[in-house]
């Protein structure tokens, strides 16, 4: 048997119970679910929770449908459409489901994660995403913006960025670096999140940390971090846009979304 010196008997001893601590702590600083929608009600999504986005000029919400037709809840999933228009009184040529939590839930710092399955189509533009409650240092893009998560047509990958005037118009896109791309399993269910704290935002696919956007600290701009005001959550299903060219032969194009969790720090 090997003897121990009791001075270092001692040290173990005292390392050890930094550790047990430290532990401890850790364990401490769990994530509390403070909000939640499991879609386990058929029908419109439920409207404590949710309200139709609007429509409006831009190319996410140009096509904005409030009718079951694009955004419903069924078998216990949210579906959210991108349809071609067809027997209604609506003059576009689309109808897309658009959903937000505007004035009903929003939050500053905490986790949020989504389970969801994305199509695969020409012209689809489904995202997961956030915007400031209140205009607190302006409009769009001196509110900011988070996107969690945003898929093009049939790409495997999908995107994750950071929008503010910092980056959109002093274009400072790399320093930090505002954006990353991450594989994802197309055609199943995936879980895309962020981590949000004072002084970064870290982004998740399928529980694997993809890129972190810091508070950087020689921001003599004053706008590079607008992140420190409640944001709410938007769910959409775009056509057109970004992605280019719709195919009306590969639609309707659906984003299924499972469950929608936030959670703050006990």
């Known amino acids: 048997m090997i003897s ?9 001893l005292l390392i050890l119970a930094c550790f047990l601590f430290i532990s401890s702590n850790a364990q401490s600083q769990r994530w509390k679910l403070i909000w939640q929608d499991e879609f386990s009600k058929d029908g419109i999504p439920d409207s404590s929770k949710w309200s139709f986005a609007g429509r409006g000029k831009s190319p996410w919400d140009c096509y904005c449908y409030n009718d079951t037709a694009a ?14 228009s067809g027997g209604s009184s609506d003059t576009v040529h689309y109808q897309t ?18 389970r969801a399955k994305l199509p695969q189509a ?8 956030l915007l400031p409650e209140t205009n607190k240092h302006g409009g769009w893009p001196e509110g900011g913006e988070i996107d969690v998560m ?12 950071m929008h503010s005037y910092y980056i959109d ?3 400072h896109e790399s320093h930090p670096e505002h954006f990353s791309t991450a594989f ?4 199943k269910f995936n879980t895309f999140g962020m981590e949000w704290y004072p002084d970064r935002i870290d982004f998740f696919v399928n529980g694997h940390k993809i890129f972190s956007y810091p508070k950087i600290k020689d921001d003599t701009t004053g706008t590079q971090w607008p992140f420190d005001q409640p944001f709410y959550i938007l769910l959409d299903q775009a056509l057109g846009g970004w992605p280019g060219k719709i ?16 959670y703050k720090r006990d």
């Open 122 to 129: 020409q012209g689809s533009w489904p995202a997961i995403w």
């Open 97 to 114: 489901g658009c959903i937000t939590t505007k004035n009903k839930f929003f939050f500053q710092y905490g986790k949020l994660v989504v």
């Open 247 to 262: 195919n009306n032969a590969e639609l309707p194009a659906t984003m299924e979304v499972d469950w929608v969790r936030v």
């Open 169 to 171: 118009k002093l274009h």
């Open 4 to 12: 121990i010196p009791i001075k270092l008997k001692t040290i173990l």
């Open 150 to 161: 945003e898929h093009l047509n049939h790409d495997s990958i999908v995107y994750q960025t």
């Open 71 to 84: 955004s419903v809840v069924k078998d216990g999933r949210l579906l959210l459409k991108g349809i071609v």
């Open 184 to 187: 994802f399993h197309p055609g």
